[in-house]
T-cell receptor, first 112, second 112 residues
Framework: KAGVTQTPRYLIKTRGQQVTLSCSPISGHRSVSWYQQTPGQGLQFLFEYFSETQRNKGNFPGRFSGRQFSNSRSEMNVSTLELGDSALYLC???????????FGPGTRLTVL | GIQVEQSPPDLILQEGANSTLRCNFSDSVNNLQWFHQNPWGQLINLFYIPSGTKQNGRLSATTVATERYSLLYISSSQTTDSGVYFCAVDGAGGTSYGKLTFGQGTILTVHP
């Protein structure tokens, strides 16, 4: 089976712009979680989607949003980018009936 | 929320040495995973181990859920074992959909 894929792998944006990141889970996995990793804060949970519904959300401002499509692919969007949004964004998928999360390679976002 | 502490923060070894990484958590968990983050940022699953003991080659892990800690053992370390090791947990109770709380990680450096 193919693993979790994320696109793009690298992204450079300027302050004030918006960005959309994509995550395709492992085939058959219906839960997708998103995380932000920074040197200062470590790995922090953003949100989780299952069957196109957001079931859980971390402590991030409303500029961070997401959605999930009927094929379980997920996108996250960050509007009005700030310098502090520079980070590695990771998504993970989980198969129903287990708790094991499998991570994608991440998208490295740089905000200038 | 649940707290996760990893020790030591840094570990430097010579190739062939053995090591033990520790993860303490502050509450009951349903899920505990150990990950290795490679230099490119990808989180690689090592173990899903909310309780008990598992072994995979030179790596093994033990979680004592009643005492709220987990240990990751690396034997006969190799330079390719270098990287950051993370412990991540979710809280028990059924409302932590897709959310893992990560420790700050242990940075392992193995010298030839």
């Amino acid at each position: 089976k193919a693993g979790v894929t994320q696109t793009p792998r690298y992204l450079i944006k300027t302050r004030g712009q918006q960005v959309t990141l994509s995550c395709s889970p492992i085939s058959g996995h219906r839960s997708v979680s998103w995380y932000q990793q920074t040197p200062g804060q470590g790995l922090q949970f953003l949100f989780e989607y299952f069957s196109e519904t957001q079931r859980n959300k971390g402590n991030f401002p409303g500029r961070f949003s997401g959605r999930q499509f009927s094929n379980s692919r997920s996108e996250m969007n960050v509007s009005t980018l700030e310098l502090g949004d520079s980070a590695l964004y990771l998504c993970a998928s989980t198969v129903l009936g287990t708790d094991t999360q499998y991570f994608g390679p991440g998208t490295r976002l740089t905000v200038l | 929320g649940i707290q996760v502490e990893q020790s030591p923060p840094d570990l430097i070894l010579q190739e062939g040495a053995n090591s033990t990484l520790r993860c303490n958590f502050s509450d009951s968990v349903n899920n505990l995973q150990w990950f290795h983050q490679n230099p490119w940022g990808q989180l690689i699953n090592l173990f899903y181990i909310p309780s008990g003991t598992k072994q995979n080659g030179r790596l093994s892990a033990t979680t004592v859920a009643t005492e709220r800690y987990s240990l990751l053992y690396i034997s006969s370390s190799q330079t390719t074992d270098s990287g950051v090791y993370f412990c991540a947990v979710d809280g028990a109770g059924g409302t932590s959909y897709g959310k893992l709380t990560f420790g700050q990680g242990t940075i392992l450096t193995v010298h030839p």
